[in-house]
């Protein structure tokens, strides 16, 4: 079992940067490949990048260049650094585990409880 605690999540203006954390439970985190989702209102939830055990990353096509995913297994925790914010970046941010990635885009295994980022204009 695993539980996930985001942070990081607030008000920026637009071309701001925010840092999330998402900090994990349990002594096998290095074992998880881990996910960034978002959540816009009356929008479906989608992918946004992840990063396997070994360090490789998957960006979806409208963050990339942008954000960077990266994780510090000693710490436990998973980041999304997000840089040049746009306001159709505003949504809610999930942070998600799974042991057995089958897919970049999922089923993931775990969730948080999400963190909100909201990019003015």
């Known amino acids: 079992q695993v539980q996930l605690v985001e942070s990081g999540g607030g008000l920026v203006q637009a071309g701001g940067s925010l840092r999330l954390s998402c900090a994990a439970s349990?002594?096998?985190?290095?074992?998880?490949?881990m996910g960034w989702f978002r959540q816009a209102p009356g929008k479906e939830r989608e992918f946004v990048a992840a990063?396997?055990?070994?360090?490789?990353?998957y960006y979806t096509d409208s963050v990339k260049g942008r954000f960077t995913i990266s994780r510090d297994n000693a710490k436990n925790t998973v980041y999304l650094q997000m840089n040049s914010l746009k306001p159709e970046d505003t949504a809610v941010y999930y942070c998600a585990a799974v042991a057995l990635l089958r897919s970049w885009l999922g089923p993931y295994n775990y969730w948080g409880q999400g963190t909100q980022v909201t990019v003015s204009s």
């Open positions: 349990g002594r096998t985190f290095s074992s998880y490949s």
């Open positions: 990063i396997n055990r070994s360090g490789i990353t």
